[in-house]
């Protein structure tokens, strides 16, 4: 087996994966917290991914932390399964610049590129959510272009609006809701990253997907908007 | 069943907010658990209304509210003294008591702790949002409760009084020794980084919340090596941010985090901590993680027998 188990707290147990962060890794993770999942072990309250990492929160009197150990251990995990498991591509338009993405300007001037290879080599690999946090919703996602890495705003905004594309180092996102950051906005998606109204599926992401920004004018992000506000819009799956 | 007024809010103390025992099941997507800081004091106080130990309550911080009863209402102050009275005379805390339409429930001198829990016998009318009636402004679940807001409820049949004796009852101090289980990440700290960190007493900063206590070193401060990988962090989390002053994160801290962390506070001490305050004074020392689970089993079986006692009074 190659992870390890150590206790964080009294009610939390950390699965320490040994290798590299890769897609591979992420898959493994994904399979890991699945099976853990499957279990249905009585006192596990939530199971929560991380880059090299699983979390499992528990209640200590329903489980302890030597049974529980022992239960995960009894885990296979090779990934191998994964073949088969469908992985889900979400395509996230994007209207990049002018009002909508401010830094866009910076991005380009600090990697000496010009404003349109800026937003084809955004565009260009498909992102893997390899895990949420930071707020609800919010994806970190690997690998951006090094050509476009750009280091944080020295002086954060007050406020950036849901639904802001960023870059900051080596790192891209998406700001799920309206938040202060300091990241360099170059464009917006008319998507809900979150909506409480949905009961059934309040987040449009879940770690282990893949995203693909698609590039749109500002007329389709005013129909894309108002087809999501409305209801009406289905966003794309493969 | 129509909800009643319950109060009307005249004062709204600096900080008070729904709060149940927290929003789990959504750290996958990054939502924060928040909920009651003192899980303690918050499920005694639903358990002597004869609520479900879950069961929303007002959460207040130092200086309380001001709250206009409106319908006969049982009601149960746990937590922080801060000196709970009804028309100018004090009432016990730890303890259920009947209130009138017309009494005014109030707050006086802090006396000890931080945070008191308002039940009421039934349920406030607070929406379930991802399953929990806890606030977290941060995140966009509810506001703080304002001068001038109406609370809404569904007021339970009237039931026995009934409290807690004063052996049971938490003496909150303004210097607490807490236990530890070390890591995550042990890799990050040299031994003597750890032996400083065991043999220091800190302060803790005016600028806490229920995020995070930062804390303030008395001599030095705590040495990291190297990067960590973000991983889930856990209530009671000391995490060692670069400028070596530890931060112990709270009810709202966020799902994840960056920086190497050298312990974790035991569940049953935490309420020690959501009871002190800005400038009190906490030294940590290590226990083992089955020494740290009997006392968690020891303080739920507590709220167990508890529970029981109230299901049979009735």
Known sequence: MDFSIKPVGDRAVKVQFQQEVTPQLNMKIKSFCKKITGLNIEGVVEVVPAFNSVTIYYQPFRETYLDLCQKMNSLSVDGSENEFEEQRLIKVPVVYGGEYGPDLQRVAKYNQLSLEQVIKLHQKPDYLIYMLGFLPGFPYLGELNADLATPRMEN???SVSAGSVGIAHKQTGIYPVESPGGWNIIGKTPLQLVDLANERHPFLFEAGDLVR????SETEFLEIEEAVVSGKYVVEIE | MKSQLIFNVNKAGVYTT????GRYGYQRFGVPVSGAMDTF??????????NQRNEGCLEVTLIGPELEVKCPVTVAITGANLQPQVNGEIIPMWQSIHLQPGDILHFGRHQSGVRAYIAIGGAFDCPLMLGSKSTDIKSGFGKLIEKEDTIYGYPAQKKKRFGLSGQSIPIYDKSIDVAVIEGPHQENFTQKARESFFNSFFTVDTNSNRMGYRLKAENGSIETIGDVWSDAIPFGSIQIPPNGQPIILMADRQ?????????TVVSSDLAKIAQLPPQGKICFHPISIEEAQDRAVEMELFLWCLEKFRQDLN
């Open chain 1, 156 to 158: 954060p905004r007050k």
């Open chain 1, 213 to 216: 920004f698609c590039e749109i």
């Open chain 2, 18 to 21: 729904f709060q149940d025992m």
């Open chain 2, 41 to 50: 004091a918050f499920q005694v106080a639903n358990i002597l209304v004869g």
């Open chain 2, 255 to 263: 799902t994840t985090g960056g920086y190497p962390r050298i312990g």
